[in-house]
T-cell receptor
């Protein structure tokens, strides 16, 4: 039972353009959502998060949008840079307790 | 300061053997988590410690898996009678408290032949 789904296993974007990574979830009890970035041979690194009481959170080039009615969130990266090339995991948890449920990841390639 | 460290970085073992994987969390972090990442999948929660006690071990797949954190710092994940299906990257994370961001280590790649 995959409660957090990332249906695009990979994405290629030209440098300078916008990257949009999508995520869907099924568990309506999730109230906190996170994005992690992972380089090969390293552990995931926290990128940005959003509480279910908000619909948008922005941090520099990264913006996360949350649509609770659709149980959908997205990560926008603009402008995309080659150093952004990595695997991005969408994740969620409940009630501040940090048993985090991860999606399967989307591999982003930013082409110079 | 130092991040989360995990040893060994790679472990190759034979089916049926016993293995121990070690995690050194960030100093002062009270919460510690173990995850398992199989090929093509995201990290999957195994167990969470708050201090010395396992607050939630609901992710451990079966009784061959056990984890300890006797002094509330270093943790060891123990796998008995390893099976080929146990092959994965085992990730450890720590956080200041259970309500804070988790910092992950680089993982231990376990291969069971």
């Amino acid at each position: 039972d995959q409660q957090v789904k990332q249906n695009s296993p990979s994405l290629s974007v030209q440098e300078g353009r916008i990257s949009i990574l999508n995520c869907d979830y099924t568990n309506s009890m999730f109230d906190y959502f996170l994005w992690y970035k992972k380089y090969p041979a390293e552990g995931p690194t926290f990128l940005i998060s959003i509480s279910s009481i908000k619909d948008k959170n922005e941090d520099g080039r990264f913006t996360v949008f949350l649509n609770k009615s659709a149980k959908h969130l997205s990560l926008h990266i603009v402008p995309s840079q080659p150093g952004d090339s990595a695997v991005y995991f969408c994740a969620a948890n409940t009630g501040g307790y940090q048993k985090v449920t991860f999606g399967t990841g989307t591999k982003l390639q930013v082409i110079p | 300061g130092a991040g989360v460290s995990q040893t060994p970085s790679n472990k190759v073992t034979e089916k049926g053997k016993y293995v121990e994987l070690r995690c050194d969390p960030i100093s002062g972090h009270t919460a510690l988590y173990w995850y398992r990442q199989s090929l093509g999948q995201g990290p999957e929660f195994l167990i969470y410690f708050q201090g010395t006690g396992a607050a939630d071990d609901s992710g451990l797949p079966n009784d061959r898996f056990f984890a300890v954190r006797p002094e509330g710092s270093v943790s060891t994940l123990k796998i008995q009678r390893t099976e080929r299906g146990d092959s994965a990257v085992y990730l450890c994370a720590s956080s200041l408290t259970s309500n804070n961001e988790q910092f992950f280590g680089p993982g231990t790649r376990l291969t069971v032949l």
